[in-house]
T-cell receptor
Framework: GQNIDQPTEMTATEGAIVQINCTYQ??????LFWYQQHAGEAPTFLSY??LDGLEEKGRFSSFLSRSKGYSYLLLKELQMKDSASYLC??????????WGAGTKLIIKP | DTGVSQDPRHKITKRGQNVTFRCDPI?????LYWYRQTLGQGPEFLTY????????KSRLLSDRFSAERPKGSFSTLEIQRTEQGDSAMYLC?????????????FGPGTRLLVL
């Protein structure tokens, strides 16, 4: 079967750095996406990785290791508005997105 | 606003009634996806269209669900004889369907409550 694992919830302090991990087992791999979702709102696209390594985009970075079936999203200089759920999704061999359940990130002052 | 739009944003209905949701994708996007999401879970794939053709439908989707995209632009999702278990957020997303970095952009969703 196909499986995406993320921690259910994480807590971090404003101004700090947090790393949200995602491991996956899918039938084929055609890229990994990270989305942010605020409560009651739709997911918004954050990043895309298809090759191994780190992709940096402002305060957010995403890393991929295809051999390990592993990715992480790194958030720096945390702000209160970063409190949200972060969804990891893998595009499988059929080019369909397989979604994790999301990691709820709580930012404390 | 040139993003994905959905209508209505909220719907409350009684069990057994039929409901229909509409999605207007980003205009140049030829792929359109429907998902269902419940609290604390990621989106669950329902179906998707390439232009007007419905290319895939989830095996988990019951016969009470049907979707159309008659002219390859907007799409509708109908749920017949609603059940309380249908209560969820229904999300629509669109993409260009080309290139490796085919990113899906989501609409605001329709929140359905079945009483």
């Amino acid at each position: 079967g196909q499986n995406i694992d993320q921690p259910t919830e994480m807590t971090a302090t404003e101004g700090a750095i947090v790393q949200i991990n995602c491991t996956y087992q899918t039938s084929g791999f055609n890229g990994l996406f990270w989305y942010q979702q605020h409560a009651g709102e739709a997911p918004t696209f954050l990043s895309y990785n298809v090759l191994d390594g780190l992709e940096e985009k402002g305060r957010f970075s995403s890393f991929l290791s295809r051999s390990k079936g592993y990715s992480y999203l790194l958030l720096k200089e945390l702000q209160m508005k970063d409190s949200a759920s972060y969804l990891c999704a893998v595009r499988d061999s059929n080019y369909q997105l397989i979604w994790g359940a999301g990691t709820k990130l709580i930012i404390k002052p | 606003d040139t993003g994905v739009s959905q209508d209505p944003r909220h719907k409350i209905t009684k069990r057994g009634q039929n409901v229909t949701f509409r999605c207007d994708p980003i205009s140049e996007h030829n792929r359109l996806y429907w998902y269902r999401q419940t609290l604390g879970q990621g989106p669950e794939f329902l179906t998707y269209f390439q232009n007007e053709a419905q290319l895939e439908k989830s095996r988990l989707l019951s016969d009470r669900f049907s979707a159309e995209r008659p002219k390859g632009s907007f799409s509708t999702l109908e749920i017949q004889r609603t059940e309380q278990g249908d209560s969820a957020m229904y999300l629509c997303a669109s993409s260009t369907g080309t290139g490796d970095q085919e990113t899906q952009y989501f609409g605001p969703g329709t929140r359905l409550l079945v009483l």
